[in-house]
């Protein structure tokens, strides 16, 4: 990579600000708070998918009623535990999992129940729930909307019965048509997931499978690349030999078509693997990504909460015996926390941030971390990766271009010390 001068305009301004730079979300960067978030985590599946790597588990019953208990339980312990002066009514509450859509609509409103009675809860709290596209589940959305939820996020994964039964999905494609068009007619705000560069997957076939996907005119749609993750089936097929994906140049055509696509038919690409309308976006993950706080209650769930100057990490046990268990006996599924050092909410919140085309604010990066961006980050490097067409400067911050965002870790770890 070329070396160049620390001058301006490569380097950060010493003025920061909020002007935008174009990009759907640059004002919200400019926002002083990230947000209240809850995540609760659901850890049950039907059946465990073989690139599956989330703390999802398969059992023969779930004792609904105990668990839902054990949740609400969890959740007031969690709160307790939050200072009152971070406190606030949350922006977004997301039901993820395992597959959520298999909770007890009852226990999906008794959660809420309690963020209710305590005025946790507005008008404009983002409520949102993972869902499978199998029609049993289907058949109970009306009843979670009824229990409060307003955001529906479908896993889809692929409009290909071939590439279904690939990805181990209980699912066909008519099936999860026909839950997408049942959670439209019941929900005002709708996402839903797919997955490609799948096995034996080209470019071609994906550039075919997503004018379906469009077609479907989406709001908000999360796009991600296969990725063998260890510890799944695929990991250890692949190992074997059994099972390839496709090359590097081939994923990356597929990602620069999908970016070229939804660029077209004005479909935002607000973070690496999501696509939203303006004023679509997940506020839930925006919380992540601009390292706002958020409360995690449920197996293996993890938190993240200003505390003083500093931050705090919290998490949950992660399986979901041994969590029910610290639950029923302690009143809390509580582990471990930890006091987050500078350096440690430096890389957070720039490997976080820089997945969003709007990158990180300067401004809150200088409250979250207590150093300057410009201060933290190494200068010369800074200079090389805009030089070299990965990083862009702009009035609120740094952000990564379509090219950085590929090598996003390499990346962070040449910009820090
Ligand atoms: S449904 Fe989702 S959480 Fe459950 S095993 Fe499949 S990918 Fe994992």
Redesign the pocket.
Known sequence: MPSVSLSMPVSIPESVGTESVGGVSDQAAGVEDAGLGLYVHWPF?????P??D?N?HVRDSIDQERWGRALVNDLESALAAVSTDVLRPLLSIFFG???PSLMAPETVAAVLDVLSSRGLLNAQTEITLEA?PSSADAERFAAYRDAGVNRLSI?VQALDNEALRFL??AHDVDEALDALAAARATFSRVSFDLIYARTGQSPQAWRAELERVLALAPAHVSLYQLTIEHGTRFYEAQARGNLTVPGDDDAATMYEDTLLRCKEIKLAAYEVSNFARPGEECRHNLIYWRSGDWIGVGPGAHGRMGQGDGRVATRQWRSPEKWLDAVENTGTGFEASEVLDAPTRATEMLMMGLRLTEGVSAKRFERMVGETLQDTLIRDRLDDLVEGGFMEVSQHGVRTTRQGRNVLNTLVSQLLP
């Open positions: 599946c039907i059946s465990k998918c690139y599956c989330f999802s999992g395992g597959t499978n896993g181990g999905r």
